[in-house]
T-cell receptor, first 107, second 125 residues
Framework: DIQLTQSPSFLSASVGDRVTVTCRASQDISSYLAWYQQKPGKAPKVLIYAAFTLQSGVPSRFSGSGSGTEFTLTISSLQPEDFATYYC?????????FGPGTKVDIK | EVQLVESGGGLVQPGGSLRLSCAASGFTFSDHYMDWVRQAPGKGLEWVGRSRNKANSYTTEYAASVKDRFTISRDDSKNSLYLQMSSLKTEDTAVYYCAKSIRIFGVGGYYMDVWGKGTTVTVSS
């Protein structure tokens, strides 16, 4: 199985900050990676797929990069509605796996 | 509007069974792969399994933690996805989400672009 790790696990930031979350895969997954945002009590929402493609309707302050085993999700200017938990997911092989999540909290 | 609505959750004793349903609307259900994802209280997301579409013979994939206990099926005539859960364990307690998956154009791989709000399953004596 492909294992995903995320760092940091928890991040405290202020509105307007640039925020970066890293996801590392235990083996090469090319660009088969998606990023999801989840707010408390809500279903996840896709932000990025194929490592860097922005899902329709997602603000352009979100961006993704990377390939192979290391990926990043960047929020260029953190907004109040961005405080949430972020998960990466590999789409390369079964079983599909998610990273453990990164919680972005208000400083 | 594309919508997924899960139902069928509830309280069940260990060793029991439960069937979850997911009603889809607003898109051509038969064309799409569909997934179940769960989230235990206070924990992260865990993929449960996938149903491929008719063009791919409705084949299924499962996480090791549920294989041989859970079965995914679908009825395209009713635009519905199902998760039959048996031999339930306390560790199956979670919110269960149904998700529509879409192929990444030109690359392959399927990501989950629409999610339901989830239904809660509690396994406890």
């Amino acid at each position: 199985d492909i294992q995903l790790t995320q760092s940091p696990s928890f991040l405290s930031a202020s509105v307007g900050d640039r925020v970066t979350v890293t996801c590392r895969a235990s083996q090469d997954i090319s660009s088969y990676l998606a990023w999801y945002q989840q707010k408390p009590g809500k279903a996840p929402k896709v932000l990025i797929y194929a490592a860097f493609t922005l899902q329709s309707g997602v603000p352009s302050r979100f961006s993704g990069s990377g390939s192979g085993t290391e990926f990043t999700l960047t929020i260029s200017s953190l907004q109040p509605e961005d405080f949430a938990t972020y998960y990466c997911q590999q789409l390369k092989s079964y079983p599909l796996t998610f990273g453990p999540g990164t919680k972005v909290d208000i400083k | 509007e594309v919508q997924l609505v899960e139902s069928g959750g509830g309280l069940v004793q260990p060793g029991g069974s439960l069937r979850l349903s997911c009603a889809a609307s607003g898109f051509t259900f038969s064309d799409h792969y569909m997934d179940w994802v769960r989230q235990a209280p206070g924990k992260g997301l865990e993929w449960v399994g996938r149903s491929r579409n008719k063009a791919n013979s409705y084949t299924t994939e499962y996480a090791a933690s549920v294989k041989d206990r859970f079965t995914i099926s679908r009825d395209d005539s009713k635009n519905s996805l199902y998760l039959q859960m048996s031999s339930l364990k306390t560790e199956d307690t979670a919110v269960y989400y149904c998700a529509k998956s879409i192929r990444i154009f030109g690359v392959g791989g399927y990501y989950m672009d629409v999610w339901g709000k989830g239904t809660t399953v509690t396994v406890s004596s």
